[in-house]
């Protein structure tokens, strides 16, 4: 079964730093993007950041550009998200997504989501 | 930047009812557009991809097409488990933007 399991989601201060951990299993995962995907309270989905399969190249949304990155170990099936400078509008839940094809220039969409883990930034 | 503009944010149907949901680009994003299902405290479930493919296991009620940079969403009779928030997604240009969602209620 393809599944995608997050972790890491916790209270932190406001410029503080978080480290999300996502488990893949069930798939090749070198060969897929993958992204993650916010969501804030009563809000829509955001996205957060895309690397491509082999880990060489990573975009990011410019609401985290420069405070969050993404990573991967394909070795050990798994996607990481490095949140650092935290502020309160980075509170949300976080979703790690696989996507369609190995590209982050242009895909097709994520057909496999996680569950969610939360992170809420506050004193 | 490539905008994505979706229309309506909520829309009031009842069951058989067809159901449009549009997302317009700014510019030309080919057929670069992923359509989601959210349902409250779910996690988002793909409906259809490359803007007219449907995704294996969603009901042939639910389809996408393409006229330049509008998409639309079509869910030809709604059913009672249809009623939640509907994303499109563009995955172009090294941003891969949501739109702000349509919410489905009765």
């Known amino acids: 079964e393809v599944q995608l399991l997050e972790s890491g989601g916790d209270l932190v201060q406001p410029g503080g730093s978080l480290r999300l951990s996502c488990a893949a299993s069930g798939f090749t995962f070198s060969s897929y993007a993958m992204s993650w995907v916010r969501q804030a309270p009563g809000k829509g989905l955001e996205w957060v950041s895309a690397i491509t399969g082999s880990g060489g190249s990573t975009y990011s949304a410019d609401s985290v550009k420069g405070r969050f990155t993404i990573s991967r170990d394909n070795s050990k099936y798994t996607l990481y998200l490095q949140m650092n400078s935290l502020r309160a509008e980075d509170t949300a839940v976080y979703y790690c997504?696989?996507?369609?094809?190995?590209?982050?220039?242009?895909?097709?969409?994520?057909?496999?989501w996680g569950q969610g883990t939360t992170v809420t930034v506050s004193s | 930047d490539i905008q994505m503009t979706q229309s309506p944010s909520t829309l009031s149907a009842s069951v058989g009812d067809r159901v449009t949901i549009t997302c317009r680009a700014s510019q030309s994003i080919s057929s670069w557009l992923a359509w989601y299902q959210q349902k409250s405290g779910k996690a988002p479930k793909l409906l259809i991809y490359?803007?007219?493919s449907l995704e294996s296991g969603v009901p042939s009620r639910f389809s996408g097409s393409r006229s330049g940079t509008e998409f639309t969403l079509t869910i030809s009779s709604l059913q009672p488990d249809d009623f939640a928030t509907y994303y499109c997604q563009r995955c172009n240009s090294y941003s891969w933007t949501f739109g702000q969602g349509t919410k489905v209620e009765i």
């Open positions: 490359k803007a007219s």
């Open positions: 997504a696989k996507a369609i094809i190995g590209a982050v220039a242009a895909n097709y969409g994520m057909d496999v």
